[in-house]
């Protein structure tokens, strides 16, 4: 059964700070990877889907990478603002049928950038 | 234009109706899915469809039954609502294994 840790479960910063969060995964067999960005009383927004082949997504500020043996991600955020607020939520498919598709979520890190 | 929309986006019943949730999709794509965001925040699975047939059923009781009408909608009814059925309930659609894109959410609450 796959299991998403996300470390840590919350992080404040100061803003224009450089920052990681991280992303671990239990099975590798994965088909894909995606980081997610939720908003106090929103829906989910997408910002990376990394696929199993690739190493790294960028877009913008934000990097995204991806070492599918050890079962890890990172998702780097430059230069943060005081915008970049908001629970930050990893999830990975699986790769094979049924149920194993489905995306298995992690519990999210809270992000707080201080002006 | 919404590319995930849910109605409604609040809904207050008391234990033991009935309600439904409606989910609708302009974006294409042939598959659509369920999830429950608990009080903790953990978001988890409940059903998925591909192509109007469901192929994700994981372990919810079966007062929750999904619908889909036809490839851009897939609603949820649940049966006699209990307490512990208070949640967020996100819809998401996506092209098969692909990126995932969610709905705002309807936030249930069951007095």
């Known amino acids: 059964k796959q299991e998403v840790t996300q470390i840590p479960a919350a992080l404040s910063v100061p803003e224009g700070e450089n920052l990681v969060l991280n992303c671990s995964f239990t099975?590798?067999?994965?088909?894909?990877l995606q980081w997610f960005r939720q908003d106090p009383g929103k829906g989910l927004t997408s910002l990376l889907l990394?696929?199993?082949?690739?190493r790294e997504q960028t877009s913008g500020r934000l990097n995204a990478s991806l070492d599918k043996s050890s079962g890890r991600s990172t998702l780097y955020i430059a230069a943060s603002q005081p915008g970049d607020s908001a629970t930050y939520l990893c999830?990975?498919?699986?790769?094979?049928?049924?149920?194993?598709?489905?995306?298995?979520f992690g519990k999210g890190t809270l992000l707080t950038v201080n002006p | 234009d919404t590319a995930v929309s849910q109605t409604p986006k609040y809904l207050v019943t008391q234990m033991g109706n009935d309600k439904s949730i409606k989910c609708e999709q302009n974006?294409?794509?042939?598959?659509m899915y369920w999830y429950k965001q608990d009080s903790k925040k953990f978001l988890k699975i409940m059903f998925s469809?591909?192509?109007?047939?469901?192929?994700i059923n994981e372990t919810v009781p079966n007062r929750f039954s999904p619908k889909s009408p036809d490839k851009a909608h897939l609603n949820l009814h649940i049966n006699s609502l209990e307490l512990g059925d208070s949640a967020v309930y996100f819809c998401?659609?996506?092209?098969?294994?692909?990126?995932?894109?969610f709905g705002p959410g309807t936030r249930l609450t069951v007095t």
């Open positions: 999830a990975v498919r699986g790769d094979s049928g049924g149920s194993n598709y489905k995306l298995t």
């Open positions: 998401a659609s996506s092209r098969f294994h692909y990126e995932q894109y």
């Open positions: 974006l294409g794509h042939d598959t």
């Open positions: 469809y591909n192509n109007k047939e469901l192929i």
């Open positions: 990394i696929q199993s082949s690739q």
């Open positions: 099975d590798s067999a994965i088909y894909n």
